[in-house]
Structures are given as structure tokens and as C-alpha cells.
């Protein structure tokens, strides 16, 4: 009789270890499924939307220095039958030369610089920034505009190569924003002068640094020469 219970408790204990196994592995198999479905549900419906006007130009080619500048306006415009806003991108190669005052602190400065806004259905977007010149003469800077319905960065499409260009009358870069001092417009930024400066304001910002380092420096070189002689009084240990 305990003999069939026994028998019997292990043909149950069998049972439910295989049973637990079938519900891991069709849990295992379904799951993808379920998460295919529910990014298919939430996946971005795409939308139509396209850019009726896109303009990019100067709208004051003289730059009078730092309290004049040069002045960029861009303008957007979209149909009312868009069905989503058109996300724009209108990225400006600054060359060294200038410095390029945008809509944020993100978007300023040299080198490429990028302004990034939207138009909606049947909506006009425009903006105006400003550029200026460290040096006089004529300079160029070159835009090119990318623009896509949002959500859909994978449609979009391109105008290149706005050409902008400023006659500078007179030099210099805006107002510095920490001491409120506009730069040096001399223009002599490679004749070679001032190469030192980045190492003399070094020093002059860790002269506590630099000065431990040398005191120690001096010490091991002392500790160096008198070897031999600590050699001599120790026996060599």
C-alpha cells in the first residue's frame, strides 16, 4: 500500500514538472508575438507634409562691428492641408572668422551651427540672427536647409548651398558674456604674437601646483646625489 503511494506521489510530481515546463515554453513562444503586436500599435503613423516656401538670406549684408552686425533672416511656410507640423533644420558653416549669434546659446558660436524649429499646417515660421566679423572685408557663410514631416525623419529632403555674404566695414565680436568686454578686433589673429598666453595664464591659475611640483621635484634630485655618501654609512642597505 505505501508502495502505490509512493508510485503515485511521483507520477503527480512528474505531472506537474511537466506541466510547468509547457507553460514556460509557449510563454517563451508567444511572448515576441505579443511585443511585434504592441510595437506595431505603437509604431508612428506616417503622414504627409511638405514645405511650401523655405527661404534663407541676408537681411543687412554690412557688418559695422561689434555693435552692428550682419543680420540672417529664414522664413518657412506650410499648406493647410498638411496632415503633421514640418520639423526644419537650417545648418550655418561659420567660418573662423565670424561668430554667429543664433536663437540659443546652443545654436551660437563657429563652425557648423544648426537652428531647429516647425511650421505648422498652413502656419509661416520666421527668425532672424545675426553674424559678425573679426576681421574687415568679405566674408561668406553657407546654409544649407533639411526638412522632414515630424516623426518621419526618413523623409526628408534637402535644399543646399545658400550662399550669404557680408561686407565688413569695421571688425569685432560680440560683447564677451562673462566680462562684458568686446574682443580684440585687430585682426592679427595669426601673425604669431600672444603664442605664449595659454601657458602663462596656466601658470598663473597653478602657481601653487607648479610650485609643490618643483620644490619636489628638487628634493629627489638632492636624494639622488647624495646616494652614494647614504651608501657609505649604511653599508649599502
Known sequence: MNEWREI??????????????????????????????????????????????VDVHTSDDTIDGAGDPGRVGVSAST????????????????????YYQGTSADASGQGLQT????VQPGDVSSFTTELYANR????????????FPEGNPDQARTQNNYMLTFNAVDAGFPDDP?????????????NGEGDDQPLIGFLNENLGIVSTFI?????????????????VFTDGK
Request: with cysteine; charged share 20%.
Open 79 to 98: 499648406s493647410i492641408s498638411n496632415e503633421c507640423n514640418v520639423v526644419v533644420q537650417v545648418t550655418f558653416d561659420v567660418p573662423n572668422n565670424m
Open 8 to 53: 503515485t506521489m511521483r507520477n503527480k510530481t512528474w505531472t506537474a514538472l511537466v506541466a510547468l515546463a509547457v507553460v514556460v515554453l509557449v510563454g517563451f513562444g508567444i511572448a515576441p508575438s505579443i511585443a511585434a503586436a504592441q510595437d506595431n500599435g505603437t509604431e508612428t503613423q506616417a503622414c504627409e507634409a511638405d514645405l511650401d516656401t
Open 136 to 147: 574687415e572685408g568679405e566674408h561668406t557663410v553657407v546654409a544649407d536647409v533639411e526638412y
Open 215 to 231: 620644490l619636489a621635484l628638487t628634493a629627489v634630485i638632492g636624494l639622488v646625489k647624495r646616494e652614494p655618501i647614504l651608501n
Open 178 to 190: 562673462q566680462t562684458g568686454e568686446s574682443t580684440d578686433n585687430s585682426g592679427d589673429a595669426d
Open 115 to 118: 537652428e531647429v524649429f516647425e
